[in-house]
């Protein structure tokens, strides 16, 4: 009965790695594209060397053209990010710029709290107030179809009372 048990788990995993892997999606294209050029946006942590993990998760990102709202599509990503982790620019999604746009005004909110690990303890981070805004010109899009937010964490966590506060210093790179 045992031997039974172990196979039909063992079974279950493999159907469920082969379901999984099939598709190819990426986790952000949906099954009906909207209409425009697709650009990926990422958040990429630097300055990071005080810190061991520093988790965020974003809530909500605004992409408008003209003062229309793009559509954008969230990676799974995006819920929650270890910003310590200096060498992978996570995924925050992908948005659909009409053809006749030439620019994209983007805002990116975070989740209310995320969290901090250093080599002395751990504490909450206040992120209330960290949103990031930027306008970015098509003709910078398009070059590799993507734009990178770097968030200097050096820069953007200031202690506080009772945790950390998200105040952010960037840098866009096309």
């Known amino acids: 009965m045992k031997t039974n048990t172990k196979w039909m788990g063992l079974s279950s995993m493999l159907l469920a790695l082969a379901l999984g892997g099939c598709g190819g999606s990426d986790g952000v294209t949906p099954v009906s594209e909207p209409e425009g050029d697709r650009f990926e946006l990422r958040l990429l942590g ?28 969230y990676s799974p990503a995006a819920r929650s990010m270890d910003l310590a982790r200096t060498d992978h620019a996570y995924l925050l999604g992908a948005f659909y710029l009409p053809a006749d746009a030439q620019d994209a005004d983007i805002r990116v909110h975070f989740d209310d709290m995320g969290a901090f690990r250093e080599p002395g303890g751990t504490g909450l981070i206040n992120a209330r107030s960290g949103s990031i805004g930027f306008k970015t010109p098509r003709s910078e899009l398009e070059k590799r179809n993507h734009v990178v937010i770097q968030l200097h964490l050096k820069d ?16 866009v790179v096309h």
């Open 46 to 73: 630097q300055d990071a060397e005080l810190y061991e993990k520093v988790l965020l998760g974003v809530g909500r990102v605004e992409v408008t053209t003209k003062g229309v709202p793009v559509p954008f599509r």
């Open 156 to 171: 953007s966590l200031f202690q506080t009372r009772g945790a950390r506060v998200l105040l952010p210093s960037t840098y």
